[in-house]
């Protein structure tokens, strides 16, 4: 069974940074696009910026120049660099992964999207 497995948040003072983990465990095929996404109190969850498995990235414009995403292929992993922090930053942060799964007897299963439990940011003085 694949799992996502977030780490990094925690409370910062603004113009601070994070920097948050992603981890895909299970057995997977093959990894396309992963992405970091936020959710606000209130608000709808928002896609953050996204990385393709060829490295090209994508941000949403309140974080260009602020936020860097990376990506490390041979650990599953996707990485979230946060600087110069804002109040605004504050929210719930996901990660997702668009990835081809493989079942127990290693067949290829469906392509599908997973999403891991969240890890809350909070930026305040």
């Known amino acids: 069974q694949v799992q996502l497995v977030e780490s990094g948040g925690g409370l910062v003072q603004p113009g601070g940074s994070l920097r948050l983990s992603c981890v895909a465990s299970?057995?997977?095929?093959?990894?396309?696009?992963m992405g970091w996404y936020c959710q606000a109190p209130g608000k709808e969850r928002e896609l953050v910026a996204s990385?393709?498995?060829?490295?090209?990235?994508n941000y949403t414009d309140s974080v260009k120049g602020r936020f860097t995403i990376s990506r490390d292929t041979a650990k599953n992993a996707v990485y979230l660099q946060m600087n110069s922090l804002k109040p605004e930053d504050t929210a719930v942060y996901y990660c997702?992964?668009?990835?081809?799964?493989?079942?127990?007897?290693?067949?290829?299963?469906?392509?599908?999207?997973?999403w891991g439990q969240g890890t809350q940011v909070t930026v305040s003085s």
């Open positions: 997702n992964a668009d990835l081809i799964p493989l079942s127990r007897s290693y067949y290829l299963m469906p392509r599908n999207v997973y």
């Open positions: 299970g057995n997977i095929f093959k990894i396309n696009d």
């Open positions: 990385i393709a498995s060829d490295g090209s990235a």
